[in-house]
Structure formats: C-alpha cells, structure tokens
C-alpha cells in the first residue's frame, strides 16, 4: 500500500511516523512517501515557541483536550532518557497571568503540578490579579522535526521536495492514501472557509537568566493578543500577536516594536537582551480541529483521504494524538482495502478496526 | 571638620562586599576601605551556585535566622525584578528538593520566605524513583563571579575604596583605621584566632546544558543540580575538615554518576569545567562585636564569618545585622578630636 502524506510539519511527520508504528508489520508492502514544498527549518512548526500549552478553554472541543493530554503524557514518557535532548524536549515552569480571575483552564489535569499564584508572585507581575503555575514541556521544532524525519528516513520512509497541487495529482501516481498535512494552505488542494490564518510575530532574544515561561491573557484581546516570554534552550521567545485573516508572512515593525516594549513592562530585565531574529507565521486556524476521512471521487475509484489539518496555535501541543487518531481512520481504510483485496499479513489490531457496518468482523487473510 | 570615622572591611567574597556595601551607603559620615588578597573571580563565593537554600543552625535564636533569610531573599528578589538582574547576576529559579526517605520537618522555616512552597504531587515525585518524598518551591541564584564585580562598583559608587592586601592580624589595622569588620571566612582561623572555623570541601562540575531549566537537590545537600545564566553547576561533596583545593576525579566520577541518574539527560553534557571551595564553616555563623586591645587602644571589631555552604543566602541578611552592630559601636565610641 502507498501512503502518501501532504505536508512536513510536525502533524505531517508525526502522522506519519504513527501510521508506520501501526502499520509496517500488518500491512507488506507499505510504503510512505511525504511531499512537501517546505521542510524544517521552513515549516510553520519550525518557527513557534515550541511550547506545550493548549487555550485556556476548549469550548466544548473535548476531543482535543483528550489530544492534548495524550501528547503531553507520550512526551513526558521520553524524559526518562538522554534521547529527549535529540528530540528538543525539556520541562518547564512558568506562570499564567490574568488581569481577573478566571475559570481553571482546560489542562490543569495535563500538566505536573498545577496550582493557583500566590500574592507575593502577583507582586512580581503588576497589572495581573489572578493566574495559576505549573511544570509544561518545551518542544522544540527546530530539533523535533529534524528529530521526526530521521526516525523516518531510517523506516524507509522517502521525502519529495514538491508542491502537491491537487489530491488527483497524488492518486494518478499511484498513491492508495493521502494524509492531508498541509496545514495554512489546505485551502489550495480543497476550499475550507473554516480555515483562516492567525498570524503570529515572535522575536527571539538573548536572555539566558530567564527560565520560566510567562503567558499573559487579555480576554478582551482574545487568545496571544497579549505578550508572552518562552524561554527556549538557547534563546527566550518573544510574542503576542494573533490577527485573525492576515496572510502576511513579512515581519511588522509596528508589531515587532509593540512586541518588545510590552514584554520590557512584563519582565525588565529585558531591557538588556540583544534581540537576535525576527519571524512570522500563520497558524492555522479553524473552528475546530479537521481530523477525518473523505473519499472524494474522481472518476470510477474514490481517493481515500485522511484530513489532520486546522491545528490553530496548538499544533506541536496536539500533535501525537492527532496522529494515532489520524493512524486509527488509516486502519479503518486498511481494514476495508484488506477485506477487498487480501492484503493484511496479520489481523488488524482491534483498536483499529471501525465499527462493524454489515454484522461481519474480521478481516479476510490471504 | 569632623574627621570621618575610618572603617575596615576585611574579605572580598561575598560577606565583605554584601557589608561594605550595606555600611558605605547607610553611613555616609563613615570613609569604608575594603581590603582583602583574594577578590573574585578567585574567592570561594565565585566557584558557589549561589542557589538561595538555608540550614538552620543549632544556637542563633530562629526568628534571627528567619530575618537573615528573608532580608537576603527580600534584596535579592527586588534585583530579578528589575532591569538590573542580568548585570548583577541574580535570577529566579524554581525546582525540587528531593528526599530518599521523608524528612522529620516537611516545612522548613524558611519555606515561607520562598516562593510558592508546597509538597510535590506523586505525579512529580514518579520522575524520581529512588526518592519518596519531595518540595516544590521557587527560590533565587545569585551568581558571584557577576555579583561581586557589580557589588563592587556599587561600593565605589558610594565612595568606598578597595584595597588588594593580605591583612595577616588586626594590630596591622589599628593604625589606619577606627572601626574593623571581619569578614576573613576560612581565614579568620588565622586571623582572629578561631579554632572553630573549619572547611567543609566542596567539588563542582560546570556544564552546558541549556535545557535544563529546574533545580534539582537532594536533602542530603550532596547531590544536586543548579541551572545558572551560562552554564549548570552541578555537585557535589561535603568533606569536613578537608583543606584539599585540587580537583579528584573519584568525586568527579561521582557526581556525574549521581547527577545522571536525577537528570538523565546530563549523560549528554558538555563538562566546562571543575571547581573545588572550601566553606567556611562553624557550628553558627559569628555576627558578633567585641572591642580589642589593639597597640593599645581599644579597638570595635564585628565580626561577621563561618556562613559554611550559606554564605550566599544570608549574605545581605548578616550584612544587614553587622551593620546594626557597626552602628551600635559607633554610639559607643568616644565623638572624634577636632583637628
């Protein structure tokens, strides 16, 4: 079976490291191929923070804060060894500031110790009343995606540096699957008025004496309209800009000067920081997460698709349970390709099978 | 005129500077000379952590140590606050301390003048096999080899002189100067003659791991993890009476060994490089004065040493207490001849 995923960000590599996890030894031959027009260090992965921490609330999306957390507890797991430094993860503590109080947010129950702030660091934070601390993880995509796309080069799987204009485009060349990874631009291979670009504007300074990460939330402004430090492993991540329709990928000088006086009122020891980059990216954004099957038809067959785009600001937070979610419709596909065309080595884990349609389980063997 | 009254601060780490900082810009009727041999980046505070930790110690009244700690935490925290953190060296850091077994004090005195002091969840403590319970809390770092040079143009700022001299006993002194504070550390065995200053020989590894953002410590003070502006500092060994000033490489084979197994992902740091200090320490620190027949005079002299592995966090808060005790002694003086 060919698999052919669109897009190498991190929900396109972890997708398909995911769908390789599962699959490689039910499934023979199975061959992934990903086709992208960026890879790291281009991608919009590349350029965030790199910090884990969904919104504040989900707004009924409960799916994804159960993604949330299964992401935040696989890469915790990897901790225990040296091998997480190869992948750019590392813990973190830091504060969440808001100017009222404020409901719990969404992953308290996610992150290692999660409590509410004292006075005294309140005191250290004038213009915000209320806000929690907790221990999050950093990962960081400059070294996770390279990470990511060794692990699959050494499976075998191969990388083609294209822009992949339509899903038939894939599909005559002999592609059984399709994973649509291809995040802001989805909109190119198939029209989503859902999906609409936050873009974002970070600077990243030389600030060595910060450790803690600093989120500040301004509910009038909506969610990253309000400055943020995250400290990274060699440089401090500064933002808060999330303009909602801007495709603009050029650096603002407005915003870039707004950026840095308000983190300079947040922490004032800034003021001696040597400002080293600028970036900007658009991140995703859509109502909801867009993690499903389509077969769209073109011709006699139908082009099974599997969508894992629309991740907003949280892409590298979600980013392992939309993959094994993306992995399960994938054996859903298997499943069914299996029982048509008896290619399955083994039975398909049970997990992974969809719910019986015509009261028949299993799956036919060669 | 009034002929200024001439103080003497003996010692460059991180007691003298803290003091003559503390006496320079509360007296200014006062001309304060510091003089020592050693100044950093050569002192025992350059090669500390600087991690702001406390003991309590068995014969100061507590509410004496809880006002050394909180005065030192109080300036040190009002520092990281401010525009000036980076160039003085000071940060915040937060962490865990770790316990192999669980502690007779869960609370320490000083864990409400830290921030954010509270038990580790079992989630946090699974990070941590081998140990059964834990705190959470966030403190300060105070990194010497930048806080001293910083210390010292705010001595100067004020109008203090520094002065590179080995002052061998006091009578040297007596002749230049109307008030002496002590703050010799190790050297005060020699100095002033206390046979109850010892060391306690500590060793340390510097190494880049930039992404090690937590303190780790074990409550056995031996084994502990500190990440710093530049670098990490971790350690170490407690060997009393051990004036050996040379790296042993059976302690460096240690502590990465024990380090490693708290924080794994050291196995893949780069090692700066190796520190070996001596605290100096006594079963309390001396912030004390007497008055000394000096070449016939007597002569004020407050003492403030034998901080051990403490110096650091109750640097301000004694400096603060000697200060009172200089004051104190200035009362008592006779008012100055008129020239």
């Known amino acids: 079976m060919r698999v052919a995923v669109i897009g190498a960000g991190v929900i396109g590599l972890s997708t398909a490291q995911s769908i390789y996890e599962h699959y490689h030894s039910i499934v023979s031959p199975l061959t992934?191929?990903?086709?992208?027009?960026?890879?790291?260090?281009?991608?919009?992965?590349?350029?965030?923070?790199?910090?884990?921490?969904?919104?504040?609330?989900?707004?009924?999306?409960?799916?994804?804060?159960?993604?949330n957390k299964e992401t935040f507890d696989y890469l915790l797991s990897f901790l225990k060894s040296p091998e997480s430094i190869k992948m750019g993860i590392f813990l973190e503590s830091g504060y969440n500031l808001c100017s009222e109080p404020a409901p719990d947010p969404s992953f308290k129950d996610s992150v290692l110790g999660f409590r509410q702030l004292t006075d005294r660091?309140?005191?250290?934070?004038?213009?915000?009343?209320?806000?929690?601390?907790?221990?999050?993880?950093?990962?960081?995509?400059?070294?996770?995606?390279?990470?990511?796309?060794?692990?699959?080069?050494?499976?075998?799987?191969?990388?083609?540096?294209?822009?992949?204009?339509?899903?038939?485009?894939?599909?005559?060349?002999?592609?059984?699957?399709?994973?649509?990874?291809?995040?802001?631009?989805?909109?190119?291979?198939q029209p989503d008025p859902d999906l609409k670009p936050g873009r974002g504007q970070i600077l990243k300074v030389d600030a060595p004496w910060l450790k803690h990460w600093i989120i500040t939330h301004d509910f009038t402004k909506g969610t990253y309209n309000s400055p943020y430090i995250i400290p990274g492993s060699r440089l401090v991540t500064l933002g808060g800009v999330f303009q909602m329709g801007n495709w603009s990928e050029q650096?603002?000088?407005?915003?870039?000067?707004?950026?840095?006086?308000?983190?300079?009122?947040?922490?004032?020891s800034l003021k001696h920081a040597r400002i080293v980059d600028d970036w900007s990216g658009l991140r995703p954004v859509r109502s909801k997460v867009r993690l499903e099957r389509e077969?769209?038809?073109?011709?006699?067959?139908?082009?099974?698709?599997?969508?894992?785009?629309?991740?907003?600001?949280?892409?590298?937070?979600?980013?392992?349970?939309?993959?094994?979610?993306?992995a399960r419709l994938f054996?859903?596909?298997?499943?069914?390709?299996?029982?048509?065309?008896?290619?399955?080595?083994?039975?398909?884990?049970?997990?992974?099978?969809?719910?019986?349609?015509?009261?028949?389980?299993?799956?036919?063997?060669? | 005129m009034m002929k200024s009254v001439r103080v003497v601060v003996v010692g460059a780490g991180v007691i003298g500077f803290s003091t003559a900082v503390c006496i320079?810009?509360?007296?200014?009727?006062?001309?304060?000379?510091?003089?020592?041999?050693?100044?950093?980046?050569?002192?025992?505070?350059?090669?500390?952590?600087?991690?702001?930790?406390?003991?309590?110690?068995?014969?100061?009244?507590?509410?004496?140590?809880?006002?050394?700690?909180?005065?030192?935490?109080?300036?040190?925290?009002?520092?990281?606050?401010?525009?000036?953190?980076?160039?003085?060296?000071?940060?915040?850091?937060?962490?865990?301390?770790?316990?192999?077994?669980v502690p007779a004090v869960k609370k320490p005195f000083w864990s409400e003048f830290v921030i954010g002091f509270r038990l580790m969840t079992d989630v946090e403590r699974k990070r941590f096999p081998d140990h059964k319970f834990g705190q959470a809390f966030t403190t300060l770092k105070c990194e010497c080899s930048t806080y001293l040079p910083w210390l010292e143009k705010r001595f100067r700022k004020a109008g203090g002189q520094v002065e590179q001299r080995k002052v061998n006993n006091l009578q040297e002194l007596s002749n230049n100067f109307d008030i002496i504070v002590n703050c010799s550390g190790?050297?005060?065995?020699?100095?002033?003659?206390?046979?109850q200053v010892y060391p306690v020989r500590g060793q340390v590894l510097k190494v880049e791991a930039p992404w090690v953002q937590h303190f780790i410590r074990d409550g056995d003070g031996t084994t502990y993890i500190y990440p710093g502006i530049r670098s990490v500092t971790i350690g170490g060994t407690r060997q009393e009476g051990d004036w050996r000033l040379q790296v042993d490489d059976r302690d460096t084979k240690g502590i990465?060994?024990?380090?490693?197994?708290?924080?794994?992902?050291?196995?893949?740091?780069?090692?700066?490089?190796?520190?070996?200090?001596?605290?100096?320490?006594?079963?309390?620190?001396?912030?004390?004065?007497?008055?000394?027949?000096?070449?016939?005079?007597?002569?004020?002299?407050?003492?403030n040493y034998g901080h051990g592995g403490w110096g650091v966090t109750l640097a301000w808060g004694t400096a603060l207490d000697t200060l009172g005790l200089v004051k104190q002694s200035l009362h008592e003086m006779a008012p100055q001849p008129k020239l």
């Open chain 1, 32 to 67: 992934i191929e990903v086709y992208a027009d960026k890879f790291t260090p281009l991608t919009t992965s590349d350029g965030a923070a790199g910090f884990w921490q969904p919104y504040l609330y989900d707004k009924g999306n409960v799916q994804e804060t159960k993604w």
């Open chain 1, 121 to 189: 660091e309140l005191q250290i934070f004038p213009g915000y009343k209320f806000g929690w601390f907790n221990t999050a993880l950093m990962i960081e995509g400059k070294t996770y995606l390279p990470w990511l796309m060794e692990w699959l080069r050494k499976r075998g799987v191969k990388f083609y540096h294209r822009k992949i204009k339509s899903f038939k485009e894939l599909a005559e060349t002999g592609a059984d699957v399709i994973i649509n990874c291809s995040g802001m631009w989805s909109g190119q291979l």
């Open chain 1, 251 to 268: 650096n603002s000088s407005v915003d870039h000067k707004e950026i840095w006086e308000k983190a300079c009122q947040l922490e004032p």
């Open chain 1, 295 to 326: 077969a769209i038809w073109s011709g006699e067959t139908p082009i099974e698709v599997i969508h894992n785009y629309g991740h907003g600001g949280f892409g590298l937070t979600i980013h392992r349970g939309c993959a094994e979610e993306a």
């Open chain 1, 331 to 366: 054996g859903q596909i298997v499943e069914q390709k299996g029982k048509d065309e008896g290619l399955l080595t083994t039975e398909v884990p049970l997990q992974c099978r969809s719910p019986p349609v015509h009261g028949g389980q299993g799956s036919s063997r060669k």
């Open chain 2, 24 to 101: 320079v810009e509360a007296l200014p009727f006062c001309s304060v000379t510091l003089m020592a041999d050693k100044f950093s980046p050569d002192t025992t505070s350059d090669g500390a952590a600087g991690i702001l930790f406390a003991a309590q110690f068995p014969d100061i009244p507590l509410q004496r140590q809880k006002h050394w700690f909180k005065d030192s935490f109080d300036h040190l925290l009002a520092i990281a606050q401010s525009q000036c953190a980076p160039e003085a060296g000071v940060m915040l850091s937060s962490g865990w301390q770790i316990f192999k077994e």
């Open chain 2, 186 to 195: 190790l050297g005060s065995k020699v100095l002033v003659g206390d046979t």
């Open chain 2, 256 to 303: 990465l060994e024990r380090c490693s197994r708290l924080e794994p992902s050291l196995n893949k740091a780069k090692i700066l490089n190796e520190w070996v200090g001596l605290r100096p320490s006594r079963k309390n620190p001396r912030v004390e004065r007497e008055v000394v027949e000096l070449q016939g005079r007597p002569v004020p002299v407050v003492h």
